[in-house]
Nanobody, 111 residues
Framework: QVQLVESGGGEVQPGGSLTLSCVVT????????MTWYRQVPGKQREMVAA???????HYADFAKGRFTVSRDNSKKTGYLQMNSLRPEDTALYYC?????RGPGTQVTVSS
């Protein structure tokens, strides 16, 4: 059974940084792309960033210049480095691949 599990969320002050990880177990990793989404209750989910199987990144406009998506195929792990965090970045962040999605990790940006 394929599982995706995120970690690295938490509470930070505005301007702070967090790095999220998404570990995949039980399935292929290096041949698929990964997408990071975020969800706020009562709102539609937003695509944050994506990385192709070959490592090509794509970002939502709000993430450009602040977030960096990456992957380590040897560890079957994807990463989302987030800098200059803002209160509006507060959300549940989760990773998704062709296998499915993880449960998510909460990011709260508050002073």
């Amino acid at each position: 059974q394929v599982q995706l599990v995120e970690s690295g969320g938490g509470e930070v002050q505005p301007g702070g940084s967090l790095t999220l990880s998404c570990v995949v177990t039980g399935g292929d990793f290096d041949i698929y792309g990964m997408t990071w989404y975020r969800q706020v209750p009562g709102k539609q989910r937003e695509m944050v960033a994506a990385i192709t199987a070959s490592g090509g990144p794509h970002y939502a406009d709000f993430a450009k210049g602040r977030f960096t998506v990456s992957r380590d195929n040897s560890k079957k792990t994807g990463y989302l480095q987030m800098n200059s965090l803002r209160p509006e970045d507060t959300a549940l962040y989760y990773c998704q691949m062709v296998h499915g999605r993880g449960p998510g990790t909460q990011v709260t940006v508050s002073s």
